[in-house]
C-alpha cells in the first residue's frame, strides 16, 4: 500500500504542478494524460486499502463505491462524472470533449488530495 500511496501523491503533485500553467493544447492534454494517470492510482489505493479493511473491489467504479462504504470518499456525483470523464478521455478524443475534461480537473484534483489524506 506505501507503494501505491507514494506514486499517487507523486501523480497529484504533478497534475497540481500541470493546472498552475497557463492552457494551451499542450498543456491541456498533459493535464488530461496525468488526470488518468491519478484517477488510476486513485482506485487501485482504495483496492489495496479496502482489502485490509476486509472489503473487496475490481474496477474503478466498485473501489469508488467501496470508499463510500469506507468512508475515504462522500457520496458524491463529482466522482461519477470523473469515471465518466475517465473513460471518454481514454477512448473517445475530440478537442471539445478535452476543454470539457480540462475545465473540471481543478475540482478532480481537490477530491484527489481528500482521498489521499483519508489513505
Not at 500500500?1 to 498552475?20: G, Q, T
Not at 481543478?106 to 489521499?116: A, C, D, G, V
Request: proline share 1%.
Amino acid at each position: 500500500m506505501f507503494n501505491n500511496l507514494l506514486k499517487f501523491e507523486d501523480a497529484i503533485v504533478n497534475l497540481e504542478e500541470v493546472l498552475k500553467i497557463e492552457k494551451s493544447e499542450i498543456v491541456r492534454d498533459s493535464a488530461i494524460k496525468r488526470f488518468e494517470i491519478c484517477f488510476d492510482l486513485a482506485w487501485k489505493s482504495i483496492k489495496i486499502y479496502a482489502k485490509g479493511q476486509g472489503s473487496e473491489c475490481f474496477s474503478p467504479r466498485g473501489c469508488f463505491k467501496t470508499a463510500v462504504q469506507l468512508k475515504l470518499i462522500d457520496n458524491d456525483s463529482s466522482w461519477v462524472r470523473m469515471i465518466e470523464d475517465r473513460n471518454v478521455s481514454a477512448h473517445v478524443y475530440s478537442e471539445k470533449m478535452a476543454d470539457e475534461v480540462y475545465s473540471r480537473l481543478n475540482e478532480y484534483l481537490i477530491l484527489f488530495k481528500n482521498l489521499k489524506e483519508k489513505l
